[in-house]
Nanobody
Framework: QVRLVESGGGLVQAGGSLRLSCAVSGSLFRINAMGWYRQAPGKQRELVAE???????NYADSVKGRLTISRDNAKNTVYLQMNSLNPEDTAVYYC???????????????WGQGTQVTVSS
């Protein structure tokens, strides 16, 4: 069973920092992209940041310069360093990973169960 376990969420005041971690285990296929999504109450889930296996990154405009994604391929772990947080960052943050496709076979997408980040004003 593939598991994505997030950690590091919590309550922080505006301007503060948090560091999220997500470890992927149990996959029989090499992990390609890893990323973070978030969903606030009543809103759609949105991409926050993602990282390919080669290290290229993609960020939502709203978090550029404040949040930084990184990964440790040897550990199948992705991180999200969150600085200068504001109340608009309050959401459940979900870890995501997909696998490389093997020939014509399928690739797989995996999601973590989410970790709550709350930023107080």
């Amino acid at each position: 069973q593939v598991r994505l376990v997030e950690s590091g969420g919590g309550l922080v005041q505006a301007g503060g920092s948090l560091r999220l971690s997500c470890a992927v285990s149990g996959s029989l296929f090499r992990i390609n992209a890893m990323g973070w999504y978030r969903q606030a109450p009543g809103k759609q889930r949105e991409l926050v940041a993602e990282s390919t296996s080669g290290g290229s990154t993609n960020y939502a405009d709203s978090v550029k310069g404040r949040l930084t994604i990184s990964r440790d391929n040897a550990k199948n772990t992705v991180y999200l360093q969150m600085n200068s947080l504001n109340p608009e960052d309050t959401a459940v943050y979900y870890c995501h990973a997909d696998t490389f496709r093997i020939g014509p076979g399928p690739s797989y997408d995996y999601w973590g169960q989410g970790t709550q980040v709350t930023v107080s004003s």
